[in-house]
């Protein structure tokens, strides 16, 4: 099926047994002083069990160890080599060719016109040497490979964008002096190594910007660099513009693929092997190489959500590969706040040493799961991976819960197929006994004999009395995404939490005119988003004409529209055909307190306690059934 995919190819002195590269990013698990921890031991290797031909390991340092937010491998000194040997060989134990993508953390996300207008020849010099002596540390830690960061605003491009260069020595000024920073870098690897070591270059097709480097100027310096590297990684974008993150890591909002078009441009023009990132599952990326787009594809979020997939299409079962949703929570976590990786779908990352998900339960127990949303899907999976008898009653005739609204739109297409595989997990699990169409009774559940009871029921929706309420006039948010035919024309949504900013999206892509309105300032709107996936639905959706009011109360809703209030106390009604609510929801107090004392331990998990996020909902299911 993916046939592409499985066919060896030489990078330099490496022959990788596949076309996929598992793609950088900083996990931030090493130690604080730089060296390697047994987390980031255990979440690489993780990693090289994919399947996948390279495995590169994210954001490693060039400069010597200096304390830094950032929980970063070091390997700029000697001192480290072990490190580096350790988790070269853990890599290339899986027959993964292994990888280091290299970076001066001392300049990332400084400001470019500082970096390059302000660094003495001498520092600049001294900067190729780090890497040159990082390149070599690898190589003798037994590294195959190793990834210079020269896209997304790192130092190289720094040098290279004409913008900020205007140095009068060797390395500014005309088009070769800005191409002298990365020639001069990449031959300094070349001379250090011996040409031993495969070199990979991460390049921004074009970084997005008036005035910045453009995809013709990128195409010239790449011809510039090709006889000095064996692997060209074509991206877009930069990391110190909030407003260009979308494009690095795209959400849901926005297609896959996006840097293929111009992946395609270098593999027009180049001779050296190309591979391109963004947004890529398998499917996509065989048919990318199968058309000779590209020669390989990199991938990191499909890889978190499942660390074995590219072994799972090697072996024929893609479909029990576990789909990731793009919500953003590994990038945003670590990129925005430093924090170590996690992932909505696989509970597992970042974790990889807190618990393990092969071994059985020491005692198998009986379990019975309340609910079919995704924290009860989550925690029937777990519970019956490890070895005990499960059954999940659902009320409704079909799993999914409330969850199926969610994906009703549709740019939720990634939603939908992970409540698919979840679902068919779920249901084709021979330990997992389903009571569809079954409301879970204290007599129903007693019958099972259970020692351990999961209430997963989920949440109710706020739904506020107002005074003069025109019933015909509204809709719950939820009702509003199944049946958009109940949606008027002129559409007012109350709330701008992440549910009503999408419903939002969704209806003006539909043809409505939409307005929003939320008590918050737009400061504080987007609550359950993660800020890449905000910042793209806040651009679409001013793209979509929808407008915004903030720091506003609905009062009441009539015949007229919504009625909504002021700081100053001052109202005003917003003419519509609807009003949409989206002011969240609260747990089901009562449904929690009925099913106490069904059986020795019963545990609330996802929604029923603390309305949230997919993440929420599986972690919680996962650490709970973990633990039983």
Not at 113 to 128: D, F, L, P, R, Y
Not at 401 to 423: E, H, M, P
Not at 591 to 608: K, N, R
């Amino acid at each position: 099926m993916y046939e592409s995919l499985f066919q060896p190819i030489q990078i330099g002195p490496v022959t990788l047994k596949n076309r996929i590269e598992v793609a950088p990013a900083a996990p931030f698990l090493a130690h604080h002083d730089g060296s390697l921890s047994r987390e980031l031991y255990a979440y690489t290797m993780r990693l090289a069990r994919s399947g996948a031909g390279v495995v590169t390991l994210g954001v490693s340092d060039v400069g010597q160890p200096r304390p830094c937010g950032g929980r970063i491998l070091c390997a700029g000194t000697w001192q480290y080599l072990s490190d580096l040997a350790d988790i070269a060989e853990g890599i290339k134990s899986y027959g993964a060719a292994a990888c280091i993508e290299l970076v001066h953390s001392r300049y990332m996300l400084s400001p470019p016109e500082k970096v390059v207008g302000e660094t003495s020849t001498a520092e600049v010099e001294q900067i190729i040497e780090d890497f040159a002596t990082a390149a070599h540390n690898c190589y003798q830690a037994g590294f195959d490979m190793v990834m210079i960061h020269g896209g997304h605003g790192n130092v190289p491009a720094m040098f290279f964008n004409k913008k900020f260069n205007h140095r009068t020595d060797r390395f500014g000024g005309s088009f070769e002096n800005r191409c002298r920073f990365g020639k001069e870098l990449l031959s300094a690897i070349r001379e250090r190594t011996g040409g031993r070591l495969a070199v990979e270059y991460r390049i921004s097709a074009e970084e997005c910007l008036e005035d910045m480097t453009t995809l013709e100027e990128t195409l010239q310096y790449a011809k510039e660099i090709e006889p000095l590297i064996d692997l060209l990684h074509v991206s877009r974008g930069l990391l110190e513009v909030e407003e260009l993150l979308p494009l690095i890591n795209a959400p849901a909002y926005l297609p896959r693929g996006m840097n293929l078009p111009y992946a395609r441009e270098f593999k027009k023009h180049l001779k050296v092997p190309i591979t391109v990132v963004g947004s890529f599952d398998l499917e996509l990326a065989n048919e990318a190489i199968s058309r000779g787009d590209v020669d390989m594809v990199s991938m990191i979020r499909t890889v978190l959500a499942d660390t074995d997939c590219v072994e799972k299409a090697r072996r024929g079962s893609p479909e029990s590969i576990r789909p990731c949703i793009r919500c953003n929570v590994c990038i945003s976590r670590t990129h925005s706040q430093f924090k170590t990786v996690r992932c909505s779908v696989n509970p597992m990352i970042g974790r990889e040493l807190e618990f393990d998900d092969e071994r059985p339960a020491p005692a198998p127990k009986k379990a019975v799961v309340i609910g079919g949303g995704p924290a009860g899907l989550e925690a029937a999976r777990t519970l019956a991976r490890r070895g005990h008898e499960v059954v999940l009653f659902e009320k409704q005739t079909e799993l999914g819960g409330t969850f199926r609204l969610a994906c009703a739109a549709a740019f939720k297409q990634d939603l939908q197929k992970y409540l698919d595989w979840s679902i068919r997990t779920v249901t084709e699990n021979p330990r997992i006994a389903l009571r569809l169409g079954t409301p879970a009774t204290r007599k129903a559940i007693a019958a099972e004999k259970p020692d351990v009871v999961f209430v997963a029921v989920g949440a109710e929706p706020i739904i506020p009395k107002f005074p003069n309420a025109d019933e015909e006039r509204l809709v719950w948010a939820g009702d509003a995404e199944a049946h958009p035919e109940r949606v008027g024309e002129r559409t007012v949504i109350a709330g701008a939490g992440m549910t009503g900013l999408e419903l939002a999206l969704s209806l003006a892509q539909q043809g409505r005119r939409v307005t929003v309105i939320d008590m918050f300032p737009e400061s504080e709107i987007g609550q359950g988003g993660t800020p890449i996936n905000l910042i793209a639905l806040k651009r679409l959706l001013k793209e979509a004409e929808v407008e915004l009011i903030c720091s506003v109360r609905l009062e009441d809703v009539t015949a007229e529209g919504a009625v909504i209030s002021r700081s100053d106390g001052a109202q005003e009604t917003l003419s519509c055909d609807t009003v949409v609510l989206s002011l969240g929801s609260k747990p089901n107090l009562e449904a929690l307190s009925e099913f106490e004392g069904t059986a020795p331990d019963v545990f609330h998990i996802g929604d029923c306690t603390r309305p949230a996020t997919v993440w929420n909902a599986t972690k919680t299911a996962f650490e709970t059934a973990m633990r039983v």
